[in-house]
């Protein structure tokens, strides 16, 4: 499985971890950048690769009384402040052909939404960018379906994509976290990466409910089974976020997590190769 490369950083199975880490939604200025520096500061801590994450638009929220986010001219106004004050890259997610170019040229990652990853349109403009493609893996999906979007992308000439598990639908209200859609996904050739907060959501009602607590025993087993990356919303004040408060992983709490993910990924390592 050949590496996707970004800068000096290189995403694949004999790479090191790969963290993707941030608020969920853009919630000002001054909050984006301060949640930027602190897992700048805590991922240079831990010589892990670290790429920063955040919405300037959640689309597919459950009410239209939720917050949504700055809108996409504020929201890459800020994320370019991230990208070029402290040196990080960058991904957001697109939910609108038009909004891809824009986007493309902030961004080092262009995210596809998991309700939107068979959107044909979507996602071959996104493709078309050259930009690293990170896929969401729908819900609904099967993990070896996957092979058919990858192609889609591939047919742009981009094979720079990861691929994103997210949970899968277990009937009404509830997600199951499948550790064999890990090997299943990389059959295609390339990286996966396990979200592991929204995995922990309890989707339905007004608003989206969640199992913060489980967020560890998923991870280290999505870990186990061979994910090149994870990818993890985090807050300083979950209970005060303006977007899934019960699944953004306390900021106080991710150095320890991460530290037995790394020190899992070394184990795995040598059984992998």
């Keep these: 499985m050949p590496d996707v490369k970004l800068d000096t950083l290189s995403i694949g199975k004999n790479q090191p971890l790969i963290f993707i880490l941030g608020p969920c939604v853009i919630e000002s200025y001054d909050h984006t950048l301060f949640m930027a520096e602190q897992l700048k500061i805590l991922t240079d801590r831990l010589s892990v690769p670290f790429i920063f ?14 917050y949504r986010g700055p809108g996409l001219d504020e929201g ?4 370019a402040a991230v990208k070029y004050n402290l040196n990080v890259p960058v991904l957001t997610d697109v939910h609108e052909t038009g909004q891809v170019l824009p986007v493309s040229e902030v961004v080092d990652v262009i995210q596809i939404p998991a309700f939107l990853c068979r959107q044909t349109d979507l996602v071959v403009a996104a493709g078309k960018t050259g930009k690293i493609i990170n896929v969401k893996k729908g819900q609904f999906v ?3 379906d996957m092979q058919y979007i990858v192609k889609k992308i591939e047919s742009t000439g981009n094979t720079r994509i990861l691929l994103t598990d997210r949970g899968t639908s277990f009937g009404y209200g509830a997600l199951v ?3 064999m859609a890990v ?3 990389q059959q295609t050739g390339y990286p996966v990466i396990f979200d592991a907060t929204h995995s922990a959501q309890i989707p339905g009602g007004k608003t989206t409910g969640g199992k913060r607590q489980m967020i560890p025993y998923t991870t280290r087993a999505m870990v186990a089974a061979g994910a090149d990356g994870i990818f993890m919303e985090v807050h300083d004040e979950p209970n005060q976020a303006r977007s899934d408060q019960d699944t953004q992983y306390p900021l106080d709490r991710l150095s320890e997590l991460l530290t037995q993910l790394i ?3 070394s184990v795995i ?3 992998n190769e």
Excluded at 53 to 66: E, G, L, P, T
Excluded at 76 to 79: E, N, P, Q
């Design 76 to 79: 890459l106004k800020i994320l």
């Design 263 to 265: 020190t899992l990924r």
């Design 183 to 185: 090997p299943i996904m």
């Design 269 to 271: 390592k040598d059984f």
């Design 53 to 66: 994450k955040s919405s300037f638009d959640k689309a597919n929220r459950s009410s239209i009384d939720s």
């Design 177 to 179: 976290s499948d550790v």
């Design 142 to 144: 099967a993990p070896q």
